[in-house]
């Protein structure tokens, strides 16, 4: 069994920044891949970021040059750094960890958007 904690959601002004970040459990993190996914009100659950153990990373468009995710494996914590954000980046947001074929999810923490 696999735990996330997510934390650093909270409410940003357009065109700020923010960070979040995810510590999981167990001791195998290196060898988790880890997203970050988001949902907003009304929307479906999607892929922003992907980090795998490999260190290799993708994003979804929507995201791309603004957000950054990395991982630090000695401190079982994978982040996601947000820039340049837009009300439209407005929703929870989600840590997964996919290990041995089976998705670990977090409690997700809110990201608000507003002037």
């Known amino acids: 069994q696999v735990q996330l904690v997510e934390s650093g959601g909270g409410l940003v002004q357009p065109g700020g920044s923010l960070g979040l970040s995810c510590v999981a459990s167990?001791?195998?993190?290196?060898?988790?891949?880890m997203d970050w996914y988001r949902q907003a009100p009304g929307k479906q659950r999607e892929l922003v970021a992907r980090?795998?153990?490999?260190?290799?990373?993708n994003y979804a468009d929507s995201v791309k040059g603004r957000f950054t995710i990395s991982r630090d494996n000695a401190k079982n914590t994978v982040l996601l750094q947000m820039s340049s954000l837009q009300p439209e980046d407005t929703a929870v947001y989600y840590c997964?960890?996919?290990?041995?074929?089976?998705?670990?999810w977090g409690q997700g923490t809110q990201v608000t958007v507003s002037s």
């Open positions: 167990g001791n195998f993190f290196s060898r988790y891949r």
């Open positions: 997964k960890a996919f290990f041995v074929g089976t998705d670990y």
């Open positions: 980090i795998t153990a490999a260190g290799n990373t």
